[in-house]
């Protein structure tokens, strides 16, 4: 059975930095789509990067493009989400997501973790 963990989520002051990590466990991650959402108060969960767990590649939305950078260590099956110059509308609670393959969409989700940044 997947699980995705996260954690190192907190408060932090405008312009600060955050790292969120992402355990995973359960099944071999070589070939899936790993992501992650987030959800502010009173709005939609949203899109904020997916990195391909066996290319490397990465996808970004707009709004953190530049800011966060998302990254995996095999080894440890951990994906991170390193976040900079957090800005008050980052506030949310993060979610990571994994998808078996492009076409699946995201089948397993964690917990979240609450980022919250003050101005």
């Known amino acids: 059975q997947v699980q995705l963990v996260e954690s190192g989520g907190g408060l932090v002051q405008a312009g600060g930095s955050l790292r969120l990590s992402c355990a995973a466990s359960?099944?071999?991650?070589?070939?899936?789509?790993m992501g992650w959402f987030r959800r502010a108060p009173g709005k939609d969960r949203e899109f904020v990067a997916r990195?391909?767990?066996?290319?490397?590649?990465?996808r970004y939305a707009d709004s953190v493009k530049g800011r966060f950078t998302i990254s995996r260590d095999n080894a440890k099956n951990t994906l991170y989400l390193q976040m900079s110059s957090l800005k008050p509308e980052d506030t949310a609670v993060y979610y990571c997501?994994?998808?078996?393959?492009?076409?699946?969409?995201?089948?397993?989700w964690g917990q979240g973790t609450q980022v919250t940044v003050s101005s």
């Open positions: 997501a994994a998808a078996a393959s492009a076409g699946s969409g995201y089948g397993f």
């Open positions: 359960g099944r071999t991650f070589s070939n899936y789509i």
């Open positions: 990195i391909m767990w066996s290319t490397d590649s990465a």
